[in-house]
Every structure is written in C-alpha cells, then in structure tokens.
C-alpha cells in the first residue's frame, strides 16, 4: 500500500510504508530529460544531473556527498531518460533523515561551479565513447534516431560534444529554475518509513522557492513521422548488432497490457518464440529479445539481437517470420497463461527492493498522473485474453512500418539488406 500528499506549491509526495525491511529508498523524479531539449541544447539534462553531485550548500563538494554516504554505508546513483531524471539515495531506515538531507541540499541548493564543470566535461566525453564503442548500447540509440526522426524523442541523453564542451554554469541554473520546480517533481519514499514521517522530513528539507514549471516538451506524433526505413552503420565487429521493430503503444492506450504480454510471448524469456526458434532451432545469434518500450504520446516495439555476420540474412528472415505469424495464426490460451504468470512473478521478484518499489510508484504519477498498485496491475494483466494479444500484433505489426537498424562489416550491402527486410 502507498499513501499520496500533493503539497500546496504542487510537490508530490508518495510513501509505500514496509516493515518487512530495514531499509529506506528516497527516489526523486524530475519531469526533464531528452525530449525536453532543443538541438542546441542536447545532453544538458544529463549533464546537470552529473552536477548536482559537485557540491552544494552543506555538501560542499563531490568528496564530501560521496564520503557521508558511504559513512552510512549507503547507495547513490542517478539517472537521466528521455522523459525524465532521477536521484536516489538508499540507506538503513535509522538514516531517514540523512537521505532527505543529502537530496535536497542537492536539489535545492546546488552550484554548478565553473571549476566544476571544466572537470566534468572530460568525464562525460568519455562516458560518451564509451558508449560509441559498445555497438549493444548505439544500436538501441540508433534504431530509436531511425524511429522518431527529428523530434528530441531520437536524440540519446548524453548530448553532443558542441554542448558538453561548451555548456556554462549559467545555462545549468536557467534549466533548472525552467524543469525543477516543485509541480514538476515526484519524491517517492519507500521501506521502513511511515507517512507522516516523510511528510514531515519533506517539508522540514524540501523548501522549493515559489516557482512554475516553464519549458514543455514537444508533442510527439506519429502522422509526422516516416517509419519503415533502415539505418546501417559499417563497423568492423565481430558480430552483428541489429533493432527490428515497429512503431509501439504509449502509457495511455488501453492495449498496452497486451502489448506487454506480446513481447513476453515473442522474445521476453528462453521460452519465448525468437528464443527457441531464432537461436534454439536455427542457431543464429546468442542474445535475442523483444520488448515493448513506452512513453507519455508514443512507442516502441522491437526486437534486438547479437547475429553472426555470416548469418545476417537468415535472422533478419527469420525474425521477420516470427513477427508475420503472430499476426496471422492467435496464440494459444496456455502460452498467454505462460506469458502473464512471467510478467507477474518477475515483477513480484521486483518489489522486493524498495528502489524498485520507489520507480513504480513515482514514475506512474510523474507520467501518467495516476498511479496502480500492483494488485491493480496484476488485475489488469489477468484480464488479457489471447484474442487481445493477436489484435494488438495486427495492429502493430504492419510490413510497411517494419524498421532496421543494424551495426557490422556491410559495406557494399546495404542494398541487399534492405531487399531482405522489404521483401
């Protein structure tokens, strides 16, 4: 169970009390991210977020947060996605109040100093290659460039090297007063902490100034977008990296716990049909999955594979196949049935953690404005019949819509490729 207290400047707070744990997470979510920046803009979220640990009022710099939190023995990390940032500290219950106060002397009260900053960019550069380098993270970045065009939504969080080499203290500070404002952000508590407890530690820490949200994200559709297109990057690896999909369903349509149970069905576990027919009876890749990746006004759906190069062709082929017979033949009730007690025992193993308890329930009111418990979740996903698995299968998976991307040594195949995936 969770209790929700909306503050009067617009500050929401959730806690989900558990005496089953001696542990607390503070989670506080941030209405920013990717989609929220202009080209010029691109990768200043994630860059803020590295900030926010550099020193603030109480702690006055990288060396001092990091030192109190491991002085607690505790965990801290943040995140930046396309919708939205995180910050996180997970601590012994008997150090409540030291996560409230280390996250908002964070929030409230960062620098963002120049010196800082110069330090930084080295950091964040690398963290950049790094992740140029490792083609099973540029493919996803890839395929989603391919799919959502020139809308922010394709743009990776990490940014340029124009904006992470150029940015500037004051153009952190403005971001902020622009996204982080109290109507904007989710704290989320969650273990052994009661309601009133954080409560009381959210208005005695969390004192925003009077301030309104004033950037918006652009409004994402998929009538202005092309789909069915190809990306090939010639790399030389030693395998092949590749992202099928089609354009997906966002949190708001009412089809989304069959899509959910769709990509179960077709790649989410060894017992799944890309498993045992792309790489069990055919042999041709080790890793294959699919998923179904949403958003506030739109989607993905996609499978994702490590292919030898000298098989390329025949996965493309045979993935393809397996997305043309769900469309054709229902699935059966008892691999529906296999698909939902999945989705619900690894959810259940989830919510053993209360960090992950923490980004259920915080994600769901930063995003959708209304939150389920995990009952009401289960209870929705119990409901999905297989004849509602095939309709949302033919409704997404339109040959014409069907989009590459695809990471190796092809240069000069490009234009077989694409025959392959169009025929």
Same mark, same amino acid.
């Given at each position: 169970?969770?209790?929700?207290?909306? +503050?009067?400047?617009?500050?929401?707070?959730?806690?989900?009390?558990?005496?089953?744990?001696?542990?607390?997470?503070?989670?506080?979510?941030?209405?920013?991210?990717?989609?929220?920046?202009?080209?010029?803009?691109?990768?200043?979220?994630?860059?803020q977020e590295h900030m926010?640990?550099?020193?603030?009022?109480?702690?006055?710099?990288?060396?001092?947060?990091?030192?109190?939190?491991?002085?607690?023995?505790?965990?801290?990390?943040?995140?930046?996605?396309?919708?939205?940032?995180?910050?996180?500290?997970?601590?012994?219950?008997?150090?409540?109040?030291?996560?409230?106060?280390?996250?908002?002397?964070?929030?409230?009260?960062?620098?963002?100093?120049?010196?800082?900053?110069?330090?930084?960019r080295g950091v964040i550069?690398?963290?950049?290659?790094?992740?140029?380098?490792?083609?099973?993270?540029?493919?996803?970045?890839?395929?989603?460039?391919?799919?959502?065009?020139?809308?922010?939504?394709?743009?990776?969080?990490?940014?340029?090297?124009?904006?992470?080499?150029?940015?500037?203290?004051?153009?952190?500070?403005?971001?902020?007063?622009?996204?982080?404002?109290?109507?904007?952000?989710?704290?989320?508590?969650?273990?052994?902490?009661?309601?009133?407890?954080?409560?009381?530690?959210?208005?005695?820490?969390?004192?925003?100034?009077?301030?309104?949200?004033?950037?918006?994200?652009?409004?994402?559709?998929?009538?202005?977008?092309?789909?069915?297109?190809?990306?090939?990057?010639?790399?030389?690896?030693?395998?092949?990296?590749?992202?099928?999909?089609?354009?997906?369903?966002?949190?708001?349509?009412?089809?989304?716990?069959?899509?959910?149970?769709?990509?179960?069905?077709?790649?989410?576990?060894?017992?799944?049909?890309? +498993?045992?027919?792309?790489?069990?009876?055919?042999?041709?890749?080790?890793?294959?999955?699919?998923?179904?990746?949403?958003?506030?006004?739109?989607?993905? +759906?996609?499978?994702?594979?490590?292919?030898?190069?000298?098989?390329?062709?025949?996965?493309?082929?045979?993935?393809?196949?397996?997305?043309?017979?769900?469309?054709?033949?229902?699935?059966?009730?008892?691999?529906?049935?296999?698909?939902?007690?999945?989705?619900?025992?690894?959810?259940?193993?989830?919510?053993?953690?209360?960090?992950?308890?923490?980004?259920?329930?915080?994600?769901?009111?930063?995003?959708?404005?209304?939150?389920?418990?995990?009952?009401?979740?289960?209870?929705?996903?119990?409901?999905?019949?297989?004849?509602?698995? +095939?309709?949302?299968?033919?409704?997404?998976?339109?040959?014409?819509?069907?989009?590459?991307?695809?990471?190796?040594?092809?240069?000069?195949?490009?234009?077989?490729?694409?025959?392959?995936?169009?025929?």
């Open positions: 169970m969770f209790t929700q207290k909306k +503050f009067e400047n617009g500050l929401r707070l959730i806690t989900a009390s558990s005496e089953a744990t001696k542990a607390i997470t503070l989670l506080i979510l941030v209405g920013a991210g990717s989609r929220y920046e202009t080209e010029k803009e691109r990768g200043i979220a994630h860059f926010f640990f550099k020193g603030a009022k109480k702690y006055e710099n990288a060396r001092q947060v990091s030192e109190a939190i491991d002085g607690v023995g505790g965990d801290f990390n943040a995140f930046t996605g396309k919708e939205y940032v995180g910050y996180y500290v997970k601590v012994a219950s008997e150090k409540k109040e030291f996560a409230f106060d280390v996250l908002s002397d964070m929030l409230l009260h960062s620098k963002f100093e120049q010196e800082e900053i110069e330090k930084e550069l690398e963290e950049k290659n790094m992740y140029e380098d490792m083609p099973i993270y540029k493919i996803g970045w890839d395929f989603e460039e391919l799919m959502f065009g020139n809308h922010p939504m394709a743009k990776d969080q990490i940014g340029t090297d124009e904006l992470i080499k150029g940015v500037q203290s004051e153009d952190f500070k403005e971001y902020k007063r622009k996204l982080y404002t109290p109507e904007n952000i989710v704290i989320i508590a969650s273990g052994n902490i009661s309601s009133d407890e954080s409560a009381q530690l959210t208005e005695s820490y969390f004192n925003f100034e009077n301030s309104t949200k004033s950037k918006e994200a652009i409004p994402f559709s998929w009538d202005n977008t092309e789909t069915g297109n190809i990306h090939i990057r010639n790399k030389q690896t030693e395998q092949a990296h590749l992202v099928m999909g089609y354009p997906g369903l966002d949190y708001s349509d009412a089809d989304k716990y069959a899509e959910s149970i769709l990509a179960i069905l077709l790649g989410g576990n060894m017992s799944s049909r890309m +498993f045992l027919n792309v790489r069990e009876a055919k042999g041709l890749c080790y890793s294959i999955s699919s998923s179904s990746d949403r958003y506030t006004d739109c989607g993905i +759906f996609s499978t994702r594979a490590g292919v030898s190069i000298s098989g390329i062709y025949d996965a493309i082929e045979a993935i393809k196949e397996e997305y043309e017979k769900i469309t054709k033949e229902k699935p059966t009730d008892e691999e529906v049935e296999r698909a939902k007690n999945f989705l619900k025992g690894k959810i259940t193993l989830r919510m053993e953690d209360s960090e992950e308890v923490a980004s259920f329930l915080g994600t769901q009111s930063l995003l959708q404005n209304d939150i389920k418990t995990i009952d009401e979740y289960f209870a929705a996903i119990e409901k999905v019949t297989a004849d509602e698995v +095939f309709a949302v299968a033919q409704r997404l998976f339109i040959k014409e819509k069907l989009s590459m991307a695809l990471i190796g040594p092809f240069a000069g195949d490009e234009e077989k490729l694409k025959e392959v995936l169009k025929k």
